[in-house]
């Protein structure tokens, strides 16, 4: 079956970068679109990137644009998010989905915390 596990996170301070990464198996990675999302505390999930199967095409939330990258490698089974420029507003637990496969799908998550 799916499984999506994200690793990286961490403490930061503001302006500062992180780069995430999600190992997924159970399926055909590279023929899928993937996704980051992430949730703060008290609030609803919100996609943050995306990107399409092959990657040539990427697109982000507004709040994000300009400061973080979404890529893949298809050899490792691998979607990564750098972060750069990172700011408070971004602390959150970061998850990656695969929507075309596993929609309702979730794995742990990692916790990114941005605090002087």
């Known amino acids: 079956q799916v499984q999506l596990v994200e690793s990286g996170g961490g403490l930061v301070h503001p302006g500062g970068s992180l780069r995430l990464s999600c190992v997924a198996s159970?399926?055909?990675?590279?023929?899928?679109?993937m996704r980051w999302y992430r949730q703060a505390p008290g609030k609803g999930r919100e996609l943050v990137a995306d990107?399409?199967?092959?990657?040539?095409?990427?697109n982000y939330a507004d709040s994000v644009k300009g400061r973080f990258t979404i890529s893949r490698d298809n050899a490792k089974n691998t979607v990564y998010l750098q972060m750069n420029m990172l700011k408070p507003e971004d602390t959150a637990v970061y998850s990656c989905?695969?929507?075309?496969?596993?929609?309702?799908?979730w794995g742990q998550g990692t916790q990114v915390t941005v605090s002087s």
């Open positions: 990107i399409t199967s092959a990657g040539g095409i990427t």
């Open positions: 159970g399926f055909t990675f590279s023929r899928y679109r």
């Open positions: 989905n695969v929507p075309g496969y596993a929609p309702d799908y």
